[in-house]
């Protein structure tokens, strides 16, 4: 009894390493360059169910069918440029993990740089006022008192 109680156990404690052995996929190469473009495509793409999940590193089901079309593609001779074309045409700009720069995305790009020269304009134009307001000539009451705190300070 305490045999098959230690064999449940076990096979307990093995199932998930065996799940997991089981989602490993092996794909197979003509040359090195071929294989680093893979793994830098699947890197680079998002998968659209994770969120913020590379497909290289997602287990969803769409993730797989993706790294499927990026292999079959790199192995039909496609260049990186046509098969992210492809996976945008299909998924969507969200695919990218940088949007590419174009009208509908130039707010995107350009906003934050609007931001910091408008942030930097507004300091300027701070620092400008308080140095106008510092140097703005005294009144003829304040001069006098000014004089008089002169005068009597060398007298003493």
Do not use: H
Request: one cysteine or more.
């Amino acid at each position: 009894m305490a045999r098959v109680i230690r064999m449940v156990l076990a096979a307990l404690i093995l199932l998930p390493l065996l799940a997991q052995a089981a989602s490993i996929e092996i794909r197979q190469f003509n040359d090195p360059v071929t294989e680093r473009r893979y793994q830098e495509l699947t890197a680079t793409l998002r998968c659209p169910k994770c969120e913020n999940q590379a497909i290289g590193d997602s287990d969803s089901p769409i993730a797989g069918d993706m790294r499927d079309r990026v292999y079959e593609q790199l192995q039909d001779g496609r260049s990186d440029k046509e098969i992210l074309d492809f996976m945008v045409r299909r998924f969507g700009d969200y695919v990218l993990y940088n949007p590419r720069l174009e009208g509908r995305t130039l707010l995107l790009w350009g906003l934050p740089a609007a931001l910091v020269l408008l942030g930097a304009l507004v300091v300027v134009l701070m620092v400008r006022s308080r140095r106008q307001a510092s140097a703005s000539r005294l009144s003829d009451a304040e001069r006098a008192r000014l004089d008089a705190l002169i005068n009597r300070e060398r007298n003493e």
